[in-house]
């Protein structure tokens, strides 16, 4: 079986700017990958690149075995991919509206909703739990609740891939958890790009990390992010260790000035 | 819990029921409205009159009325009336796109500067009395400043072959400035005379409608409405950012060049037939959204159907508050529009800063 995402040789340009010169990148079924990198870094890049908001220079975006920009339709291809992205400002719309939205990719033309897209958008609310929410507006909500509609909008088209660009921004720390647990409880294979080293280390499979337009490292998280890459890719010093409640990698960051003799204060 | 849940009353002022009533309420209105328009102006027609001249001339029923009654309800009113319904519903259609196109709920259908087009365009053919421009009629001629207008807006606001919203905003802006100013030099150099036309036809009249003016407009109208409720998936979506809706399958540059051909188009027929009618095109949208959420496959027909109604009924107070004469429409309609926008705007700062 194929991996469930592909990406090889990626170029993107941005206005002149090259913003991503050949990444590689691969999601094997059922995994989830987390891409990290500094800002910058070119992350979002290639991430709208899967789920085509932005069309590569050259390379290649496979999901599932097709190439997402040479073999499908937009259409085919949101069919393969979901991705959760930011809201743009207030959206009078309602949670089930938003949720129903979501099947768009599977609806026919004047696009009446079937009774299979109805008891879809019934199990996405009830998997991450916002079936409460569903005739409220979404300006009413609050910021986890509102990434939680968007996962769910995600999750609604039973896409073979979900693609993630920084979901926990601007969340409390039980917001984060939550949604990312989610994700993971969905089962569905995903990439998510995160700024956390810790979440990467605590939901993440796998992780790849993007530097100057390039994936630098790939691998399990433990093994990808040593002291040495983190340093060099983060500007910052870092010490691993298990974290004593999950037994998970835990990173302790400080700037690169400080020394290790240092007592703590 | 169920696997299929039935549809519940939605966080809306009107549920589906109600959104359905309100339909059948507008439809009933707009045949009202328009009854009552034909039967009013500087000679009034009963009611009566009206019904039977229109099941003669349409169905060939009865005897109908003496020829003046005819004339007047067939060959002016009946046609003005039409036309005020089309032209309310085309600006409302035109203002839903512009406003999901932009992604701003203060866009109307003038910002692409399409309007100052067709007003620098009319007026010349009014002013400079070039026999063949004005041989052409000044619809087809403000239609043609429209046109041009909006293939220079949109070959300037696009960025790497694609329209970018802001940048065509900008554009419209600008080129609409550079065409009042066209039309501003052209009524200096106007005779009084002249300039009474002008500014009549700029600030928005259906005086003087025939029913050659109804077919094209009537046939865009129809037709984008058609093309847009096909597609009102897809506005929904782009109301979820660019991203989103490119990741749920819309060709994004492509559907954009749609919206604005078509939203152009409506408001150049409008603007051609009966000249610059302001604030419907940001006002009826509003109302549509306020009444049954910003769902565009229902905003889309109360819109049709809530613009076409308030023209008419406009464009019959403008017939009656100065009896015999005439008011343009569009003071009328900025009366109405201003303080409707001034309302918008202090409701809009109350939510943000509830």
Redesign the interface.
Same mark, same amino acid.
């Given at each position: 079986m194929s991996d469930a995402l592909v990406v090889e040789g990626l170029t993107v340009h941005l206005g002149d700017r090259a913003v991503l010169g050949g990444a590689d990148l691969h999601v094997p079924q059922g995994a989830v990958v987390g891409l990290l990198g500094g800002n910058g870094s070119g992350k979002s890049s290639l991430l709208r690149a899967v789920y085509r908001a932005v069309r590569p220079e050259a390379g290649v975006v496979a999901v599932d075995g097709a190439d997402v920009w040479r073999e499908l339709s937009a259409r085919a291809a949101a069919r393969r991919t979901a991705a959760v992205t930011q809201m743009p400002g207030p959206l009078e719309l309602s949670v089930r509206e938003v949720v129903e939205l979501g099947r768009a990719p599977h609806a026919s033309g004047w696009g009446g909703l079937s009774d299979a897209d109805r008891s879809a958008v019934a199990r996405a609310v009830d998997s991450v739990g916002i079936a409460h929410l569903v005739d409220r507006r979404c300006t009413t909500l609050s910021g986890g609740e509102r990434q939680r509609v968007l996962l769910a909008r995600a999750l609604v088209g039973e896409p073979r891939l979900l693609v993630l660009d920084e979901p926990t921004n601007h969340l409390d720390v039980a917001a984060q958890h939550d949604l990312l647990g989610l994700v993971r409880a969905s089962g569905t294979s995903a990439v998510v790009a995160l700024h956390d080293l810790d979440l990467a280390g605590a939901y993440c499979d796998l992780v790849h990390v993007l530097a100057g337009g390039r994936v630098v490292a790939r691998g399990p998280v433990v093994d990808v992010l040593t002291p040495d890459l983190v340093r060099e890719v983060f500007g910052v010093a870092v010490h691993v260790d298990a974290h004593p409640l999950t037994g998970r990698p835990r990173f302790s960051t400080a700037p690169l000035t400080i020394t290790h003799q240092e007592e703590p204060r | 819990?169920s696997?299929? #849940?039935r549809p /519940? !009353?939605? !966080? =809306?002022l009107l549920g589906p029921r109600g959104h359905a009533a309100l339909l059948a309420g507008c439809a009933v209105a707009g045949v009202a409205l328009v009854l009552v328009g034909v039967g009013t102006g500087a000679v009034p027609v009963p009611l009566g009159d009206v019904v039977a001249t229109l099941a003669r001339r349409v169905f060939g029923w009865g005897d109908g009325v003496d020829l003046a009654t005819d004339t007047i309800v067939w060959e002016y009113r009946f046609p003005r009336t039409l036309l005020a319904f089309v032209v309310g519903a085309g600006l409302s259609l035109a203002g839903v796109l512009m406003q999901a196109l932009v /992604?701003n709920p203060l866009a109307d259908p003038y910002v692409l500067g399409v309007a100052s087009g067709a007003s620098a365009a009319a007026t010349a053919a009014m002013t400079l009395g070039i026999a063949a421009l004005a041989g052409l009629g000044i619809p087809v001629v403000a239609f043609a400043g429209a046109a041009a207008t909006m293939v220079a807006v949109l070959a300037l606001g696009r960025r790497?072959g694609r329209i970018d919203p802001p940048r065509m905003l900008l554009a419209g802006v600008a080129v609409g400035y550079l065409m009042a100013a066209v039309t501003s030099y052209l009524q200096l150099r106007a005779t009084p005379e002249e300039l009474a036309n002008v500014l009549f036809w700029i600030l928005g009249s259906l005086a003087g409608t025939s029913w050659s003016d109804l077919p094209v407009a009537t046939a865009v109208v129809l037709l984008a409405a058609v093309l847009v409720l =096909?597609r009102?998936?897809?506005l $929904? +979506?782009l #109301? +979820? *950012? $660019? $991203?989103?809706a #490119?990741? +749920? *399958?819309? $060709? +994004?540059p492509r559907f954009r060049l749609e919206l604005v051909l078509v939203a152009a188009l409506c408001t150049g027929v409008a603007v051609a037939v009966a000249g610059g009618i302001g604030f419907v095109g940001l006002m009826i949208p509003h109302v549509a959204?306020l009444l049954v *959420? !910003?769902?565009h496959?229902r905003v889309v027909p109360l819109s049709l159907l809530l613009g076409g109604c308030y023209l008419v009924l406009v464009d019959i107070l403008c017939r009656v508050v100065r009896a015999p004469a005439e008011l343009p429409v569009g003071i009328v309609t900025a009366l109405v529009g201003a303080p409707f926008l001034i309302w918008l705007l202090r409701r809009d700062r109350g939510?943000v800063a509830g």
């Open positions: - | 819990m696997s299929v #849940s /519940r !009353p939605g !966080p =809306y /992604r790497n =096909y009102a998936t897809a $929904d +979506l #109301s +979820l *950012g $660019d $991203d989103a #490119s990741s +749920l *399958g819309v $060709d +994004l959204r *959420g !910003p769902a496959r939510e």
